[in-house]
């Protein structure tokens, strides 16, 4: 066992080095994600089931924002540290979003932690990520290439498979969910009406050797994840007396913040 600090100090002085101190521990990686995650970190730990959060995106034919529930997934990050949080959900490939995001990525998601009472505004670009034999594929693989080559991601070890982690979130769904993908267009005509709907799988399950696939490769075929870069977030504290509010937003890879009025 070392000698305590304390006996070190003459040592220290006739050294000249008593304004030294030893070398502080690195910081744990957590410490390097924006204090707006960290926040929604603590609130969804002791809420783990508020998961649903509002995107609203604007569709070119109309100046309408047109605004849907989602569920959050998870976070990632391209990167080998947590500067650069990524939202993810999912989606179906055939709904309308996916050609408004097409046309104008720009999106805004509403976040009411009821438990916390607490509500997060985060403003940011929003790209679907679908099957690579999709042919929207391509309306999207640009603005992947962009966000992967982002100046403050130099420190990632290697490209991010974006395939795997569909494949990966598809496969965690339940197979309720995966028979959703199996429907048809969302937002079509229901020809037939409840009748036609009752035909619809109710689950779908993943085919064994010799089992028909048909169903599982439809679903898989229109299912897509849905990953929203934030930019800007403003985040309301309604717990607290007087109510605190915060804005944040990134700049040159740097999450900077101010105190609003709430």
Same mark, same amino acid.
């Given at each position: 066992?070392?000698?305590?600090?304390?006996?070190?100090?003459?040592?220290?002085?006739?050294?000249?080095?008593?304004?030294?101190?030893?070398?502080?521990?690195?910081?744990?990686?957590?410490?390097?994600?924006?204090?707006?995650?960290?926040?929604?970190?603590?609130?969804?730990?002791?809420?783990?089931?508020?998961?649903?959060?509002?995107?609203?995106?604007?569709? /070119?034919? @109309?100046? %309408?924002?047109?605004?849907?529930?989602?569920?959050?997934?998870?976070?990632? &990050?391209?990167? #080998?540290? $947590?500067?650069?949080?990524?939202?993810?959900?999912?989606?179906?490939?055939?709904?309308?979003?996916?050609?408004?995001?097409?046309?104008?990525?720009?999106?805004?998601?509403v976040w009411w932690i009821e438990g916390a009472q607490e509500q997060y505004r985060i403003a940011g670009t929003a790209r679907v990520i679908p099957a690579p034999s999709q042919a929207l594929h391509k309306h999207? /693989?640009? @603005?992947? %290439?962009?966000?992967?080559?982002?100046?403050?991601?130099?420190?990632?070890? &290697?490209?991010? #498979?974006? $395939?795997?982690?569909?494949?990966?979130?598809?496969?965690?769904?339940?197979?309720?969910?995966?028979?959703?993908?199996?429907?048809?267009?969302?937002?079509?005509?229901?020809?037939?009406?409840?009748?036609?709907?009752?035909?619809?799988?109710?689950?779908?399950?993943?085919?064994?050797?010799?089992?028909?696939?048909?169903?599982?490769?439809?679903?898989?075929?229109?299912?897509a994840l849905l990953v929203i870069e934030p930019r800007e977030v403003d985040h309301i504290e309604l717990a607290p007396v007087p109510n605190l509010r915060t804005r944040y937003w990134r700049t040159d890879g740097?999450?900077?913040?101010?105190?609003?009025?709430?």
């Open positions: 066992m070392g000698a305590p600090r304390y006996y070190l100090l003459p040592v220290l002085c006739c050294l000249g080095l008593a304004g030294w101190r030893p070398p502080e521990e690195k910081a744990p990686m957590h410490m390097n994600a924006p204090r707006w995650k960290l926040a929604l970190d603590k609130a969804l730990a002791a809420h783990p089931k508020a998961t649903v959060i509002q995107m609203a995106s604007l569709d /070119v034919n @109309t100046p %309408v924002p047109h605004v849907r529930s989602l569920v959050f997934r998870a976070f990632i &990050s391209l990167t #080998d540290d $947590e500067t650069h949080p990524l939202l993810l959900a999912t989606t179906d490939v055939r709904s309308p979003k996916t050609t408004q995001l097409i046309a104008n990525p720009n999106v805004q998601v999207f /693989v640009h @603005t992947l %290439v962009e966000l992967q080559n982002q100046p403050q991601n130099k420190k990632r070890v &290697s490209e991010f #498979d974006w $395939e795997a982690k569909r494949l990966e979130t598809f496969r965690s769904m339940s197979p309720y969910m995966k028979a959703s993908w199996c429907r048809p267009v969302p937002g079509s005509r229901l020809e037939g009406g409840q009748d036609e709907a009752k035909r619809w799988p109710v689950e779908v399950f993943e085919p064994k050797d010799g089992e028909d696939t048909s169903s599982w490769d439809m679903a898989l075929s229109n299912f740097v999450w900077r913040d101010e105190e609003l009025v709430p």
